[in-house]
């Protein structure tokens, strides 16, 4: 390039620059960072999100109708929960047909659409993959049960039982019972992890994998970013089918506990995230995983030994601490942060009780789900939200159990009833029913929704919805924010939890109270290259600030600062 062309390029690239970091629309930015690593991802459960056609269940012209919202407090991708074509025995965990959308949910075309909304507003649209089973109505276990010699009757996993009455072996579905339903016609039983409508497809055939990699080109075509895969520590099997060791104790389901060492997290599953990765990166395409990690090896597993299998391997060990420890937390991070890959951080979704109860006292929940948003997304890695985490929603648990929609709900009765408390309808306003539908919706909505909703809260300056905004965008364009290392601070302090995240010489240092009490601290910064540093606030709970190098906070108070030389 000649060199009168630099003026002009310098300030090309000042103007890119000073543009939003959230429009990334390269492949990758300076840092080598892909969109996903700069993406804020936001869980929709499409039941529960918004009803365009009042029938009482949400849709994708629902979703669609949510775009700008969803702009405005600064999600980047939605993760749908499953909308295919299912009789939905697990409310759409049970596929009929991967390459559809259910007739409840819309149209193709509908669909089309909600993609073309979402690239106005720069919202990816993220599908949901259940791969290690199908739906018991899908054509192709229909056709695999019709006969022993039916064309897909390896797709699935048949095998004789070990005598008259007995399954083939010891292992138990997790949402109760064996894992084995006998067939009477053909005499076998079919294994199925989850329910028994949910039969295991088999992956050691080839045909399965084929068939299930081309779903993803399918939807990669039209216009999906990237999958959320369901299950993945599920997939394999071993062949030879021994019994699980069996542990004292049962589970909610009234079931013995076993160690499910031979149907649960195979080395064959790398192969399969492998494979699948590697059709994801034509399309520049992310997969986060379902991956319920009980230690850090096995997190860093699943990025692959050559970051060739799931760039997003969900980190679920911050939704086992449900207590505000800071040490707990600091522990977890530095694991996650070593651990190689792009962490990647989740408080809640349609499987656990909200966030909201979760780490809430009781009495400071409000505060305390401010408090969480401004931890979770101001850590060095991704975020996936779950919707309504950002309004405060709570669990809206059943009372009765004839009331319980969620089949291990009633199943599992008073100990355990059921995830529907968790998937309640968006909280839109203060119409009926939260603004989600006119129409009693499937779930019903808490009285607190009176409170806790969209509208109500976007006008309180002090709102759980303005204190994620806030925090989002300047996730977005703060430097240090979206690039910079992770440095925890003050590590033997119990109550305020803080970290430095810092980026080319900038930095910003997020202080957050975990207790109930007012808390102190002071910071020296000299060894991170700032002698005489000063605290500039950028987000801050009203009671929050800083004298010098001291920060004062209030009860669960927040106090995010710039630091500057
Ligand atoms: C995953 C889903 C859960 C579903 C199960 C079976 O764990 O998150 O909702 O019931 O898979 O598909
Ligand atoms: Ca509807």
């Known amino acids: 390039m000649s060199k009168r062309f630099y003026p002009i390029l310098s300030i090309l690239l000042a103007i890119a620059s000073s543009l939003p970091l959230a429009a990334q629309t390269k492949s990758v930015d300076t840092e080598g960072h892909k969109w996903w690593q700069h993406a804020v991802f936001y869980e929709i459960y499409p039941r529960s999100f918004a009803d365009s056609n009042n029938d009482g269940i949400g849709d994708l012209k629902g979703i669609t109708s949510k775009m700008a919202y969803l702009h405005d407090l600064g999600v980047d991708a939605i993760w749908i929960s499953p909308c295919f074509p299912s ?47 199908s739906s018991d109505q899908h054509q192709w276990f229909v056709d695999s049960k019709s006969s022993r010699s039916a064309q897909h009757r390896d797709w699935y996993i048949w ?24 067939d009477p016609a053909t005499n076998q039983y079919y294994y199925h992890y989850f329910y028994a ?39 394999f099997e071993d062949p030879r089918l021994p019994d699980n060791p069996v542990l004292p104790g049962t589970n909610k389901q009234g079931d013995p506990n076993t160690d499910e060492i031979h149907n649960k997290k195979l080395p064959e599953v790398h192969d399969v995230l492998k494979k699948l990765r590697k059709v994801a990166d034509e399309s520049d395409a992310v997969l986060i995983g379902e991956t319920w990690t009980s230690n850090i090896d096995e997190l860093k597993e699943y990025y692959g030994s050559h970051d060739n299998e799931l760039q997003m391997p969900m980190d679920f060990m911050f939704t086992t601490v449900d207590k505000l420890s800071p040490p707990e937390f600091r522990r977890q991070i530095a694991q996650v942060d070593a651990a190689g890959g792009w962490p990647v951080f989740v408080i ?5 009780v909200r966030s909201y109860n979760r780490y809430g006292d009781g009495k400071n929940n409000d505060a305390i789900a401010k408090l969480m948003g401004a931890f979770y997304l101001t850590l060095r890695g991704t975020p996936i939200m779950y919707y309504g985490e950002e309004l405060g929603m709570e669990n809206n648990d059943p009372k009765r159990k004839e009331d319980v929609k969620d089949p291990i709900g009633r199943t599992g009765w008073p100990q355990e009833v059921g995830r529907d408390g968790e998937r309640t309808p968006m909280q839109w306003n203060t119409d009926t029913n939260a603004g989600f539908s006119q129409k009693d919706p499937w779930l019903p909505v808490p009285p607190s929704s009176k409170s806790h909703n969209a509208a109500t809260e976007s006008k309180d300056p002090n709102s759980v919805l303005n204190m994620y905004k806030k925090v989002l965008a300047l996730r977005h364009t703060n430097e240090a924010l979206v690039e910079g290392s992770y440095t925890a601070l003050n590590e033997d302090d119990t109550n305020v939890m803080s970290y430095l995240r810092s980026y080319k010489g900038k930095a910003v240092l997020v202080a957050l109270n975990m207790s109930a009490s007012p808390s102190k601290a002071t910071f020296n910064l000299a060894d991170k290259g700032f002698a005489s540093a000063n605290l500039k606030s950028l987000v801050a709970t009203p009671q929050s600030s800083a004298k010098g190098m001291e920060v004062t906070l209030e009860p669960f108070g927040v106090f995010i600062a710039e630091v500057s030389k």
């Open 348 to 352: 809640s979704n349609h499987d656990k």
């Open 87 to 133: 009789p939905q025995v697990d409310f759409g965990y049970d596929v009929s047909d991967y390459e559809n959308i259910d007739p409840m949910y819309g149209t193709l075309a509908d669909f089309e659409g909600m993609v073309a909304e979402g690239k106005t507003h720069g919202v990816r649209i993220i599908l949901d993959f259940v791969v290690n089973h």
């Open 159 to 182: 095998r004789d039982g070990k005598g008259p009455g007995q399954p083939p072996n010891n292992w138990i579905s997790t949402f109760g019972g064996s894992a084995w339903k006998l």
């Open 197 to 235: 409508e949910q039969p295991d497809l088999n992956w050691r055939n080839p045909a399965v994998e084929k068939a299930m990699l081309d779903t993803t080109r399918w939807w990669y075509k039209r216009g999906v970013s990237g999958f959320r895969l369901d299950a993945v520590d599920t997939l």
